[in-house]
């Protein structure tokens, strides 16, 4: 058996991760301190993008066991899980997760649980595009104008465009109208395309 890692994770500064490294040893992992780590960061924040997993994740070798106390620990959601316990399988990392049990979910039980999983991620996902696609077309529906605010109201480029045809400088006209040079420029190339106007 290789060597044998606990990721404990906490969200705010005034929580602990002690209870986390007393349920592994509980469960019967023998862990060096070194290689228990801990951080405290915000569950919305993916396991790629958190500092002390990602340190863990250059010590991780083919071999060794990583556990966990609850999957969350590992991702925000069912998606991020899922990408972590799949990249972890592919180095040759095992799995525990003891909130299923101490389940491997690198073994063929794990794998069911990770189907499972993705079936969850796939069901979050398309709830997420329907949910945006409603929202969408609700605020189109009432009216409401989607996208960036334009920086120019049609008086403004219209005088833009005057001075532009005066062969006023791009950055004078922006300096005017207390707007950014690539306004200016988006505004002028809007106008020159075929069929524009």
Same mark, same amino acid.
């Given at each position: ?6 990721? !404990? ?24 301190? /070194?290689?228990?780590?801990?951080? !405290? ?10 500092? &002390? ?5 250059? /010590? ?36 525990? !997760? ?76 922006? /300096? ?13 190339? !809007?106008?020159?395309?075929? &069929?524009?106007?």
């Amino acid at each position: 058996m290789g060597r044998v890692f606990a990721y !404990c994770r906490v969200s705010t500064s005034d929580q602990t991760t002690d209870n986390q490294v007393h349920e592994i040893v509980a469960a019967g992992f023998s862990i060096e301190p /070194r290689r228990v780590i801990a951080e !405290c960061v915000s569950g919305s924040v993916a396991a790629r993008e958190r500092k &002390g997993f990602a340190k863990l994740r250059d /010590r991780l070798e083919a071999g060794d066991v990583l556990v966990v106390t609850k999957l969350d620990r590992l991702g925000r959601n069912a998606m991020d899980v899922r990408a972590t316990v799949e990249d972890l399988s592919m180095a040759g990392v095992r799995v525990h !997760c003891l909130a299923l049990g101490g389940a491997d979910l690198t073994s063929a039980a794990g794998k069911m649980t990770m189907a499972v999983l993705s079936a969850v991620a796939e069901f979050e996902r398309d709830l997420l595009l329907e949910r945006t696609a409603a929202g969408l077309a609700r605020a189109k529906a009432s009216g409401k104008v989607l996208g960036r605010p334009r920086a120019l109201d049609a008086g403004q480029e219209a005088q833009a465009l005057s001075w532009l045809a005066k062969g006023e400088s791009v950055a004078a006209i922006a /300096r005017r109208l207390n707007t950014s040079r690539q306004t200016i420029m988006r505004l002028r190339a !809007c106008t020159s395309e075929p &069929g524009a106007n």
